[in-house]
């Protein structure tokens, strides 16, 4: 099972405290690792680039692609682990970036009530048990605050979004996910941004996400009898180990998987990093449009 690697509760990463030691630790100069980024084989609108072999987005203006080979460059430019089958958009501003996977969990029914009450108390719930697991690999403890975007359900787009508040002793920082349903399974996708920039990235990105589908035999309205049919319901893919906790033997370990694939990357769309990407961009200034160009070449 394979979910994206970056975000969520269980953080195996806060990128946000490694970036810059880990160029320190390299030993490499901010102009080597501009060189590098510039580098990746980013691809620019009007195309229209593979997200996997399920999917499709049409770029937008002032957003650019990486696929599976530079995504993992990319990811591994900016400390984290290298993940297969993994996708990037990223603003050309450097504002904010998605990183999408899929998971072959199966189709995932949406008639469950989401109860966004319900579900942020289970994963309050689930901090302590999760802290002890994070306590045993170094990492420090999260605590989990609250929804800085309620999880919501839209069944035209078949979309589920939900942003949650989480605090540790570094700080607080906010991981966001849209999970899209599809015929055999659940495309995450990871938005990385600042709290202080949240609302309008978020709206950026969601125009963005609007030229992204499914292949025709991979949409939701796709499903036939027959098909794999998800243990899994919309809940599950919000609280993860908080359901893990209740489930049957055999369900506890396919979803703690899931979990584990979800809430990876934390603090990743921290200012301090979006900050140190635009300088190895080359960029500078405000989040505005285009200066002298250079924003049409390279995203954060």
Request: cysteine-free.
């Amino acid at each position: 099972m394979k979910f994206s690697a970056y975000v969520t509760r269980a953080a195996l990463v806060f990128l946000a405290m490694v970036a810059q030691p880990v160029l320190a630790q390299n030993d490499q100069s901010a102009a080597q690792v501009q060189a590098q980024f510039q580098a990746l084989p980013w691809v620019e609108a009007p195309q229209k680039p593979q997200v996997t072999d399920r999917a499709s987005i049409k770029l937008p203006n002032m957003v650019q692609y990486l696929d599976a080979d530079g995504t993992n460059k990319f990811l591994q430019l900016t400390g984290n682990l290298p993940e297969n089958d993994s996708y990037t958009i990223a603003s050309k501003n450097s504002n904010w970036f998605a990183v999408y996977s899929f998971s072959d969990i199966g189709y995932v029914r949406d008639d469950e009530k989401i109860d966004a009450k319900a579900l942020l108390q289970q994963m309050k719930d689930s901090d302590a048990a999760q802290n002890e697991a994070r306590r045993e690999q170094g990492l420090e403890p999260l605590t989990t605050v609250g929804w800085a975007v309620s999880p919501h359900y839209d069944k035209v787009t078949h979309n589920l979004e939900y942003g949650v508040i989480l605090s540790s002793p570094s700080g607080q920082n906010i991981n966001y996910h849209m999970r899209i349903l599809g015929r055999r399974g659940v495309m995450d996708a990871a938005l990385v941004t600042s709290q202080d920039t949240l609302q309008s990235d978020l709206a950026a990105f969601r125009e963005a996400n609007k030229g992204f589908s499914f292949n025709n035999d991979e949409r939701y309205a796709a499903y036939k009898d027959g098909d794999k049919v998800s243990e899994y319901g919309l809940a599950a893919l919000v609280t993860g180990g908080a359901a893990a906790a209740v489930a049957k033997t055999g369900l506890f370990k396919g979803l703690l998987i899931l979990l584990l694939k979800f809430w990876k990357l934390i603090a990743l769309g921290t200012v301090g990093l979006l900050v140190s990407l635009k300088r190895f961009f080359g960029f500078g200034g405000d989040d505005g449009g285009d200066q002298d160009g250079d924003n049409d070449r390279y995203a954060s």
